[in-house]
């Protein structure tokens, strides 16, 4: 029809899992099979996966960092869908923190009316990690954390493993969110997104006992 408007397009901000893509070092490899083949005779082809669920893109749930916490089922979808704010935190080679924080809003010309409840995070990881796993990845300072919870945001989302260093053992950045309610999306493929606001669709499978699942995450741009 006349006069309508085009509808953004959607930009896919999943790492894509293949076979042997690196997973978190002890974590359980990912694999794909196939018990079934056309090819041999059978009437369809039917395949198996095996991975940790924290393998690529993935959300984190509660649980998987406090024992209290809640499991994936417990985690609110409406936080997982919405306005999101890309911000570029690449400059720097240390845990991102609130001054870094700042900077990249004062870049990415924020609109009055503050900050959306999502904030992704590129902090300078290649949306393809090879059959490398990333060892000297940026975390996030728990002080970082705490100012994005003071300015209203539910959902930090990184294009790092985890937000927390490799060898952390006290996971202080994974605590900061549990304090603070912050729902973490960890392994996103941000290398080719503009900074600015879009719409995120980030939607993990039904696995309500789990303590995180490998999502599919989208971005609409608005505006």
Not at 122 to 128: K, L, R, S, V, Y
Not at 152 to 159: C, I, P, Y
């Amino acid at each position: 029809m006349t006069g309508e408007r085009p509808t953004p397009p959607l930009l896919d901000v999943t790492r894509a899992l293949a076979a042997g893509h690196p997973n978190w070092p002890g974590d359980v490899a990912l694999a794909f099979g196939v018990g079934a083949r056309i090819a041999d005779g059978d009437a369809v082809n039917v395949g198996s996966i095996a991975t940790s669920l924290h393998a690529g893109t993935h959300v984190d749930a509660p649980w998987h960092y406090d024992d209290r916490g809640a499991r994936l089922g417990g985690v609110d979808l409406r936080r997982l869908v919405g306005e999101a704010l890309v911000l570029d935190v690449s400059a720097g080679d240390d845990a991102v923190s609130v001054s870094a924080l700042e900077a990249a809003l004062t870049e990415a010309e924020t609109p009055e009316g503050g900050l959306p409840p999502r904030v992704l995070l590129h902090t300078g990881e290649p949306d393809a990690w090879g059959t490398t796993f990333p060892t000297g990845f940026r975390p996030l300072a728990p002080a970082a954390v705490a100012w994005l919870a003071e300015r209203g945001v539910r959902l930090v989302g990184t294009d790092a493993p985890s937000v927390d260093p490799l060898t952390s053992k006290d996971l202080p950045a994974h605590r900061a969110c549990a304090a603070h309610d912050l729902t973490i999306v960890e392994g996103l493929a941000l290398e080719r997104i503009a900074p600015g606001r879009y719409e995120l669709i980030c939607l993990p499978l039904s696995l309500p006992e789990a303590d995180a699942s490998p999502a599919r995450a989208l971005l609409r741009p608005l505006g």
